[in-house]
């Protein structure tokens, strides 16, 4: 197929794209740094720790909150996410002023230029008005992200007491797309309490609870971020899947996400790129069965079947009045901040609190958990959703409504947790895995103020700019060879014209009465005047 002939040349260019030097920093995943549990590399521009010669950051002790957390986990001491990133670091880089990263070598969201003092606002917009262009590119660049052994970090396939304590790292390369998809399954795993089928269920570091929509927000940046460092392009922004009312999976195309496969649907079509990618730490149940953690290596295909799903859980795609009445809750979060809560605008969103009534604990699965149960594959189990490239269009719609909700109700940042959220949620809670630090209420503010925002909450005349904006450069695509049909047009009809006119000159010249009866008018051609007078004021 031409399309993917293009794709297929055009991520063989950018697999030449040398990636700028950058969930663990691979130069913190050594013997030395975990047994000193410092993780402060060099910045390159001046070869100092975390840039502190130029002024860009410090190595400092690690401060975590010590407020009480909920008691859905009743441990302590037992996993390697408590009070992130104790574990394996105590101090780490603290940057100043704009700049951010590991190693402070970049720049906060928002902010470009190598001073990171040059303030931009990036557009993510909606993935069906993209051009065929724009959707190539899109393709192009999850597929190599898929294909490039990630230069920056490594993950972890053991715990530190397997690592004892750090003499025996246990880490390993993956590429760039599959750092975010351990870093997702490794924040939901569940907790290993020691030995096979010995784990606890009711624990998860990103998702149930209050940091569901911060965590998510910036996981999608850093991976926003990863993208512009490979590619070098750095307008690209993550598009959002509008899914409201949808009647089925509108993206399941080979143009973008890929169809279903015609021998089998619970794979994807061979037309499209993604159906030769491989998943990783895809096997929950394995792992748990085992006592092990995701040890990182490629398993089966993607798998998607999106309609075909338990009816029972999910009826059908969230509407656009399921969005309306979650966006009308004011409160952020209530009760025990679990799945369980009531009335709480994070907890409809997520999918647990019926978005009709607003009562936690549905049995039915709603708006955010609703599409992962609809896609019915990889995406339908948290631990390994992020396998699918739909999960983040559809992460961009779900942070486009917290970003909406954020606008509409302006929440103090009181109405964020300090404490007795479940674990890993309170508001001073570095979130788990990043590194660098991130507080769960940094991201409890505006898009705006991390440097972008979406098409769909512009106002009304922009948005129809947005909307046309793929049709226009459609058009500027074809206006050569509009341009060329309408050259050739006029060619053939001066052409036409003179060889009428050359006939018409040899033609001997024929009196009136021999015309009339060569040619007899059958039809007047015209109507007699009082006649067409009286249909125009019938038609009236």
Same mark, same amino acid.
């Given at each position: ?24 920093? =691979? ?9 000193? /549990? ?42 390697? @996410?408590?009070? $992130? ?5 105590? @101090? ?15 720049? /906060? ?14 557009? =993510? ?10 959707? %190539? ?51 939901? =795993? ?17 998702? $149930? ?15 926003? =971020?990863?993208?512009? /460092? ?10 959002? $899947? ?34 030769? $990618?491989?998943?990783?730490?895809? @096997? ?41 009445f979650t966006l009308s809750l004011s409160e952020y979060d209530s009760g ?55 999960? &983040? &269009? ?11 909700? &954020? ?93 009428? &006119? ?19 008018? %059958? ?5 007699? %005047? ?11």
């Amino acid at each position: 197929q031409p399309a993917l002939m293009w794709l297929v040349i055009f991520t063989g260019i950018l697999l030449n794209v040398t990636p700028s030097h950058q969930q663990f920093p =691979r130069l913190c995943a050594t013997a030395a740094a975990l047994r000193t /549990k410092e993780c402060c590399p060099p910045w390159d521009g001046d070869g100092s720790p975390c840039g502190a010669s130029s002024g860009r950051g410090f190595c400092q002790d690690v401060e975590v909150t010590d407020q009480p957390d909920g008691p859905q986990y009743p441990f302590s001491g037992l996993d390697d @996410r408590e009070k $992130w990133p104790l574990a394996f670091y105590n @101090r780490t880089c603290q940057c100043a002023g704009n700049f951010m990263g590991f190693n402070c070598a970049d720049c /906060k969201f928002g902010y470009f230029g190598a001073n990171c003092n040059e303030r931009r606002e990036s557009l =993510r917009r909606n993935v069906l008005h993209l051009s065929r262009t724009e959707r %190539r590119r899109l393709v192009s660049y999850l597929n190599l992200a898929k294909q490039t052994v990630s230069s920056d970090y490594v993950v972890a396939t053991g715990t530190l007491e397997e690592m004892e304590n750090g003499s025996k790292p246990m880490f390993a390369e993956v590429s760039v797309y599959d750092v975010f998809v351990w870093m997702h399954y490794y924040v939901s =795993r569940n907790a290993l309490l020691g030995g096979p089928a010995n784990v606890w269920t009711n624990v998860d570091f990103g998702h $149930w609870a209050p940091a569901f929509l911060p965590w998510h927000r910036a996981y999608l940046l850093h991976w926003e =971020r990863e993208i512009r /460092k490979l590619t070098g392009d750095v307008s690209f922004t993550i598009p959002y $899947w509008d899914w409201r009312d949808a009647q089925g999976c509108d993206v399941c195309t080979d143009e973008l996400m890929g169809h279903r496969s015609p021998q089998d649907p619970s794979f994807l079509s061979p037309g499209s790129v993604f159906s030769s $990618w491989k998943t990783l730490c895809s @096997r929950p149940d394995d792992y748990n069965n085992r006592g092990v953690l995701c040890d990182a290596r490629q398993e089966g295909p993607l798998r998607r079947n999106p309609g075909n799903h338990n009816r029972s859980l999910v009826g059908s795609l969230p509407t656009s009045a399921d969005v309306e009445f979650t966006l009308s809750l004011s409160e952020y979060d209530s009760g025990a901040m679990d799945r369980s809560a009531d009335m709480s605008f994070r907890n409809t969103l997520e999918g647990f609190g019926d978005p009709q009534t607003g009562l936690g604990n549905s049995s039915r699965m709603g708006m955010h958990a609703a599409v992962h149960v609809f896609m019915n594959g990889s995406m339908s189990s948290v631990q390994s959703s992020a396998n699918d490239p739909i999960f &983040l &269009l559809h992460h961009a719609f779900v942070d486009s409504i917290y970003e909406q909700w &954020l606008r509409r109700h302006r929440p103090s940042p009181s109405q964020y947790p300090d404490s007795d959220a479940p674990i890993g949620h309170n508001g001073g809670y570095h979130m788990v895995p990043f590194l660098p630090l991130h507080k769960n209420r940094d991201h409890f503010v505006s898009s705006r103020d991390l440097g972008y925002e979406y098409s769909n909450l512009l106002d009304a005349n922009q948005r129809l700019v947005e909307s046309l904006r793929p049709y226009l450069e459609e058009l500027q695509d074809l206006w050569p060879w509009l341009l060329l049909t309408g050259v050739c047009g006029g060619i053939v009809s001066v052409a036409t014209a003179a060889a009428l &006119l050359m006939a018409k000159r040899r033609l001997p010249r024929l009196p009136a009465e021999t015309w009339k009866a060569v040619l007899p008018e %059958r039809l007047p051609l015209l109507w007699d %005047r009082d006649e067409d007078n009286k249909n125009y004021q019938t038609a009236i």
